[in-house]
């Protein structure tokens, strides 16, 4: 158990008790209408256990009955600088006394346009227009179909360019066109009739879930990509990945290169490429953006999560002056993009996004992250020790434990143990909330951790690992 004081930047502190509601429901009730009404996301709710956390602070959450954990896994990968940051507060706060939302569609707002060009500011030279919608998979969408359309309208138009080139065992999101591309089969497999095909480049970043084999190389996999638009020249509208690290995969890291070849190539065969950072954006890879480590600027970048720091639905399609300029023209052309989202654009999540940029900048945020990323990887490298854990793969502040049944072969659980969900489980009581991506459990806090607080989060960890695999 958990019993540090948490350093808490707000003058909310998870101790702080919720102000008493009259009338408002008991934890017991709402656990229980919890159970009855609530159908959660990626749950078999047969075996669902409420956990319903009341308040934050900093890294930390309390749950209903004042117990507190820290937030493992970044309040599902978006929590960038904590909880109840007392900027990110005030600008929600100041931007609801203005005005809680306007649309976007033909029409603007002030603190919307503001992040839209602090966006550009801080994205890859050659990224100048920001397309607004409200969660990752959405940001996917309007990417592929952005990309499609641009194939139509370009000059000459290449009408033939309709496929996508993704990456295996890749997660785009939930939406039909996402899973298109997505290749996480115990995700994808029942929905695959309702959408459309891509071409697989088998992920450099693990092993290939089907035979147990080894990840191509840099090399192999690079050639592999070329042969593939050699083999389908011209029908290929773009190619679509997460730079450096494919979390829900697993956490599989790339080797260095592997990006910057992607670009090469794709730009070498005139195919556009689309990045999807709603993971790895926002610090989470040690820079700003991980595709800043190989100097690559796509064609478009796919930006949700920490885009508000965790605190309110956003997401951003950046492209370039060259894509947006095959939409222009006049009504009559039909070349608008005929996409969009009520809540694209939304000004009180722009203010909260703003404010997270200047945190960044006023914070040195990224400046206080190396010596945690080194603290993580010396706990990664201690609990590889572990009798259980197999293979363990970082990336900047991610990582990800393959908790196996033999150590020596790396043969895996069979799947219905849950082994990853059991220590996930089993680190609560210690005071941690992580979650697993099978039987990888992965650790993802918020970037504002302290090194005393990653000691305390992997600690609690190995203790979910140690009684799940005992
Ligand atoms: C890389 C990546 N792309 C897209 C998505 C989908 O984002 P959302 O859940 O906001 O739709 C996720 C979500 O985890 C993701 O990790």
């Known amino acids: 158990m958990i019993t540090a004081t948490p350093p808490g930047h707000s003058a909310a502190t998870p101790e ?52 507190r954990y820290l937030d493992g896994s970044a309040s599902m990968w978006c929590n960038v600088h904590g909880h109840r940051h007392p900027r990110l507060d005030a600008a929600l706060a100041d931007q609801v006394a203005r005005v809680a939302h306007t649309t976007n569609l033909g029409l603007s707002n002030p603190t919307t346009v503001a992040f839209a060009r602090r966006l550009v500011e801080v994205a890859p030279p050659g990224l100048e227009k920001v397309f607004f919608s409200g969660d990752g998979s959405s940001a996917i969408e309007a990417a592929l179909k952005m990309a499609f359309q641009y194939w139509r309208q370009a000059d000459p138009p290449q009408p033939a360019r309709t496929r996508f080139v993704a990456i295996g065992e890749a997660y785009h999101g939930d939406t039909l066109g996402a899973i298109g591309v997505g290749g996480v089969d115990r995700f994808t497999a029942m929905f695959a009739p309702l959408t459309f095909e891509s071409i697989r480049l088998p992920s450099p970043g693990g092993p290939c879930p089907a035979t147990g084999r080894p990840a191509p190389s840099l090399g192999e996999s690079l050639a592999a990509l070329d ?125 909260v996004g703003l404010a997270s940029l200047d945190i960044f900048r006023d914070e040195r945020v990224l400046a206080s992250l190396p010596p945690k990323i080194t603290r993580l990887q010396a706990h990664c490298e201690r609990l590889a020790r572990l009798d259980h854990v197999g293979a363990v793969r970082q990336c900047g502040l991610v990582a990800g434990l393959d908790l196996v049944a033999d150590k020596h072969t790396g043969a895996p659980y069979p799947w219905g143990e849950k082994r990853g969900t059991r220590a996930c489980l089993a680190a609560r009581p210690h005071g941690a909330l992580v979650r697993q991506l099978g039987d990888t459990v992965v650790v993802m806090p918020p970037l504002c951790i302290t090194l005393d607080e990653l000691d305390l989060l992997l600690d609690a960890v190995e203790a979910g690992i140690r009684a799940a695999t005992a």
């Open 16 to 67: 702080s008790p919720a102000p008493a509601a009259t009338g408002f429901p008991t934890a017991d009730q709402l656990a229980r209408w919890d159970r009855e009404h609530v159908w959660h996301a990626f749950t078999q709710m047969e075996e669902y256990e409420p956990l319903l956390i009341e308040r934050g602070a900093g890294a930390w959450l309390v749950d209903t009955a004042g117990k």
């Open 227 to 351: 042969r593939i638009l050699t083999e389908h020249v011209g029908t290929v509208a773009a190619v679509i990945m997460e730079p450096l690290v494919q979390m829900a995969a697993g956490i599989y890291v790339h080797p260095p290169g592997f990006l910057r070849g992607v670009r090469e190539i794709t730009a070498r065969h005139g195919v556009l490429l689309i990045l999807d950072e709603v993971a790895t954006g926002f610090g989470r890879t040690g820079t700003l953006f991980a595709c800043e480590q190989e100097q690559v600027t796509p064609d478009f970048l796919c930006l949700a999560k920490g885009l508000t720091a965790g605190y309110l639905p956003m997401a951003a399609t950046l492209t370039t002056a060259a894509v947006w300029r095959a939409f222009l023209g006049t009504h009559a052309e039909r070349k608008t993009f005929f996409h969009g989202h009520t809540y694209g654009g939304n000004p009180l999540a722009a203010a």
